[in-house]
């Protein structure tokens, strides 16, 4: 019994030895890691650091317009960047915002560049489709307007873009008045073959396109616009067979039966819709 006893007490001893020694091993595992990440921290904030990674000039900056409608030195113009800067130091997401707040700028992301240090920066631009008449209280109102609607000043616009020709469609009205519909609209009228000149939106009941062929009244906007502005296109070769001078306007209210206002009398016409159609 007594050897039993002796036994147990010298293995339990050697278990003991043995968990120390692992307790050990892990202490002294822990301050390697320890010590090795802080090294490799205390690495890369030295390179961070270093000259190098420096932001010195504009000839850093990689600009990628989708557009080009803006000259990269315009772009650039509009970066809020003092030079020289920490290229750590700067904050993508700060730049894109601050662009996207531009009315000539749609879109903007702004990345790091490691080899060699800079930023890429790519912007996709506002094209304007329309010259923008509002009526004002004292004078009228002009901007510029793209296809999804958003509105941007004349004079932002002409002193970033100074060479750039004009849109010749024009849109005379408040935004308010046709930004509703205005996506649908000029879908429309963009895809017509008929030549719509002027958009007049300021009759909330009646919208009138300067064409071509004449003055058109479509009434109230709405589901219809698409159905109005085919059934122009159909109405195409009227010049031919009319004076535009004795159109007062066409009537596409009901585009299924479209009207011609003749100066001195109605004429009603229903034109012939190709089978293809």
Not at 4 to 17: E, G, K, M
Not at 131 to 141: A, D, E, L, R, S
Not at 198 to 224: A, F, M, R, Y
Request: aromatic share 6%.
């Amino acid at each position: 019994m007594a050897g039993i006893i002796s036994v147990s007490r010298t293995d339990l001893a050697q278990r003991r030895q043995k968990l120390r020694r692992q307790r050990q091993m892990r202490i002294i595992q822990a301050i390697w890691r320890t010590f090795a990440i802080t090294s490799l921290a205390g690495g890369l904030l030295w390179v961070a650091v270093q000259p190098v990674w420096m932001l010195k000039a504009p000839k850093q900056i990689v600009m990628k317009s989708g557009n080009k409608l803006l000259s990269d030195e315009t772009a650039q113009s509009l970066l809020v960047l003092s030079y020289p800067q920490s290229l750590w130091r700067i904050e993508p997401s700060a730049i894109a915002n601050s662009l996207k707040k531009q009315p000539t700028i749609a879109q903007a992301i702004v990345k790091r560049r490691l080899f060699p240090p800079g930023l890429i920066i790519e912007i996709q631009e506002r094209v304007p489709v329309a010259v923008t008449q509002t009526p004002g209280n004292k004078k009228v109102i002009i901007g510029l307007l793209d296809a999804s609607g958003v509105w941007m000043p004349l004079e932002k616009y002409t002193s970033l873009n100074p060479t750039r020709k004009l849109p010749n469609l024009r849109v005379i009205g408040s935004p308010k008045q046709y930004c509703l519909y205005w996506t649908q609209l000029h879908q429309a009228v963009s895809q017509s073959p008929v030549k719509v000149m002027e958009i007049d939106c300021q009759n909330p009941t009646n919208l009138i396109l300067k064409t071509e062929l004449g003055n058109v009244h479509l009434g109230v906007p709405g589901s219809q616009l698409s159905e109005q502005i085919k059934v122009l296109a159909q109405m195409r070769h009227l010049a031919a067979k009319l004076n535009s001078g004795q159109i007062e306007y066409i009537d596409l209210k009901n585009p299924e039966s479209p009207i011609v206002q003749m100066n001195q009398k109605y004429q009603k016409l229903t034109p012939k819709i190709p089978k293809n159609i």
